[in-house]
């Protein structure tokens, strides 16, 4: 999987807790980004980043922050965790943007109750 | 492991037969598309990719054609094999944007 880690693989956690998810990377990719994923709708952007310290929101940031602190570890928050929030998420990297592919983690399975 | 996209649109061959998924975009800046793979339990795997300056573009087992007038994109394997199923996306990028959009996925099953 080019290098990714995500973790933790699952979690199950309670409405009003924090939670962090984090993924690492080994391939020096500028870009990082979390993504998640729903039954009808495919792949959605959280957040991205595109360096250290450089991060900006995607189309579904809202309930969710990222830090990116060192090139290899990209952390996603969900500072009071929601039912809303019950997704798989995905970490991806790629060397640069737009016009190449993306590398994606294997997934962290969220629940919230 | 996972199950998501349990509303996805399905397809279902023949172990052997050639196989077309088909994907519609919507944004006529998109200048670069990807199809994904995804197994259950999976992160999304890369397959192809296309520049929106070319209509077709081969890789082992795989083409994917791409027609801009009609925002059109289809994945075709040929020889179908067990492995092959899996949950299919397209992916396009928006020109000048920082990343890739996803469509719905294509859920293909294999039949022996």
């Known amino acids: 999987d080019a290098g990714i880690t995500q973790s933790p693989r699952h979690k199950v956690t309670e409405t009003g807790t924090p939670v962090t998810l984090r993924c690492h990377q080994t391939?020096?990719?500028?870009?990082m980004y979390w993504y998640r994923q729903d039954p009808g709708h495919g792949l959605r952007l959280i957040h991205y980043?595109?360096?250290?310290?450089?991060?900006d929101k995607g189309e579904v940031s809202d309930g969710y922050s990222v830090s990116r602190s060192k090139t290899e570890d990209f952390l996603l928050t969900l500072e009071s965790a929601t039912s809303s929030q019950t997704s798989v998420y995905f970490c991806a990297i790629s060397v640069r943007v737009g016009g190449t592919e993306a590398f994606f983690g294997q997934g962290t399975r969220l629940t919230v109750v | 492991g996972e199950s998501v996209g349990l509303h996805l649109p399905t397809l279902s061959v023949q172990e052997g037969d050639n196989s077309i998924i088909n994907c519609a975009y919507s944004?006529?800046?998109?200048?670069?598309f990807i199809w994904y793979k995804q197994e259950s339990g999976k992160g999304p795997q890369f397959i192809i990719d296309?520049?929106?300056?070319?209509d077709k573009r081969q890789g082992q087992r795989v083409t994917v054609l791409l027609n801009k007038t009609v925002k059109h994109l289809s994945l075709q394997i040929a020889a179908t094999q067990p492995g092959d199923s899996a949950v299919y996306f397209c992916?396009?990028?928006?020109?000048?944007?920082?990343?890739?959009?996803f469509g719905q996925g294509t859920r293909l099953t294999i039949n022996p």
């Open positions: 980043s595109y360096g250290v310290k450089d991060t």
């Open positions: 992916a396009e990028n928006i020109q000048g944007a920082q990343k890739l959009v």
């Open positions: 296309i520049r929106s300056n070319m």
């Open positions: 391939e020096n990719h500028r870009y």
């Open positions: 944004n006529s800046a998109s200048d670069y």
